[in-house]
């Protein structure tokens, strides 16, 4: 069982930047794909970033690419996606999902295993 903790929602202004940290417990997440997903209010779950297993590919949707970043910290076990260029549309809970050795349909919410408990993340107008 990997239990998946966040850190990092908020409050930014339109044009900010939010850090946002994913730190699997119990275990290392080297072998795990790790997966960003958004879900506003009465939309859908949605892929926004992903860090693939073998820890050196990433992909993003199109709504993010140029403004987020994906990337992980082994020595402190953690993934991070950084937001910059924050807009209002932006604003959702955002989870961070796991599974090992994931390569195709990371951008499915249903091809992931372990999934995060949400952060918030709110970009005012």
């Known amino acids: 069982q990997v239990q998946l903790v966040e850190s990092g929602g908020g409050v930014v202004q339109d044009g900010g930047s939010l850090r946002l940290s994913c730190a699997p417990s119990?275990?290392?997440?080297?072998?795990?794909?790790m997966g960003w997903f958004r879900q506003a209010p009465g939309k859908d779950r949605e892929f926004v970033a992903v860090?693939?297993?073998?820890?050196?590919?990433?992909y993003y949707a199109d709504s993010v690419k140029g403004r987020f970043t994906v990337a992980g910290d082994n020595a402190k076990n953690t993934v991070y996606l950084q937001m910059d260029s924050l807009k209002p549309e932006d604003t959702a809970i955002y989870y961070c999902?796991?599974?090992?050795?994931?390569?195709?349909?990371?951008?499915?919410?249903?091809?992931?295993?372990?999934w995060g408990q949400g952060t918030q993340v709110t970009v005012s107008a």
């Open positions: 860090l693939m297993w073998n820890g050196g590919t990433t």
């Open positions: 119990g275990r290392t997440f080297s072998g795990y794909t």
């Open positions: 999902a796991a599974r090992k050795f994931l390569f195709n349909r990371y951008y499915s919410v249903g091809a992931y295993e372990y």
